[in-house]
Nanobody, 125 residues
Framework: AQVLTESGGGSVQAGGSLRLSCVAS????????IGWFRQAPGKKREGVAN??????DYDDSVAGRFTISRDNAKNTVYLEMTSLKPEDTATYYC????????????????????WGQGTQVTVSS
């Protein structure tokens, strides 16, 4: 079975940092696309960042503040979040999508087919 497990969420003040982890089992993050998404209460789920092989992509709202990275030996993808803002408050999910060495666009959420359970990030002003 393909399973994704997120961790690392928490509560921080604006300007703070958090690192989210997404551990994969049943497939390899070295060849498959992993994306990070978030959903705030009452809002649609939105793409934050994705990565496969040497490719990375970021939503404009987080570019320059968030960094997605991968540790193939641990089969884990990270989302390093800095300069956090209250509007970053949401439940963050990682998801697998696309085919080998190919990432669906961040707006193409339906192409991400395996999802974790989510981890809550709360940023206070």
């Amino acid at each position: 079975a393909q399973v994704l497990t997120e961790s690392g969420g928490g509560s921080v003040q604006a300007g703070g940092s958090l690192r989210l982890s997404c551990v994969a089992s049943g497939f390899f993050v070295s060849v498959d696309c992993i994306g990070w998404f978030r959903q705030a209460p009452g809002k649609k789920r939105e793409g934050v960042a994705n990565t496969v092989a040497s490719h990375t992509d970021y939503d404009d709202s987080v570019a320059g503040r968030f960094t997605i990275s991968r540790d193939n030996a641990k089969n884990t993808v990270y989302l390093e979040m800095t300069s956090l803002k209250p509007e970053d408050t949401a439940t963050y999910y990682c998801a697998r999508g696309g085919n080998w060495y190919s990432c669906p666009p961040l707006y193409d959420i339906e192409s991400y087919t395996t999802w974790g359970q989510g981890t809550q990030v709360t940023v206070s002003s």
